[in-house]
Nanobody, 116 residues
Framework: QVRLVESGGGLVQPGGSLRLSCAAS????????MSWYRQAPGKERELVAS????????SYAESAKDRFTISRDNAKNTVYLEMNRLKPEDTAVYYC?????????WGQGTQVTVSS
């Protein structure tokens, strides 16, 4: 059974940093791409960043480029999102996601609030 558990969210001031983690279980983690999404109040869920199974290739939404870094530790079955120079518009619930040929699997999300 696939399980994704996010952690690391919280309240941070503008310009600050946070590191989100997503612990995965129930599947062969290293074989699957992982992604971070976010959903702000009243908005659709949007892709933030993705990383392939081996970890060598990453991609980012324009809003995340040069500020966020996605990485993974396949020995720990964990994917990370390092977020720097945070802005109020980064406030959202952040979700990690993986997919197989049938389903998308989501975690429960972790709240990130950027406010002074």
């Amino acid at each position: 059974q696939v399980r994704l558990v996010e952690s690391g969210g919280g309240l941070v001031q503008p310009g600050g940093s946070l590191r989100l983690s997503c612990a995965a279980s129930g599947f062969t983690f290293s074989r699957y791409a992982m992604s971070w999404y976010r959903q702000a109040p009243g908005k659709e869920r949007e892709l933030v960043a993705s990383i392939v199974g081996a970890g060598g290739i990453t991609s980012y939404a324009e809003s995340a480029k040069d500020r966020f870094t996605i990485s993974r530790d396949n020995a720990k079955n964990t994917v990370y999102l390092e977020m720097n120079r945070l802005k109020p518009e980064d406030t959202a619930v952040y979700y990690c996601k993986t997919s197989d040929y049938l389903y998308n699997y989501w975690g429960q999300g972790t709240q990130v609030t950027v406010s002074s």
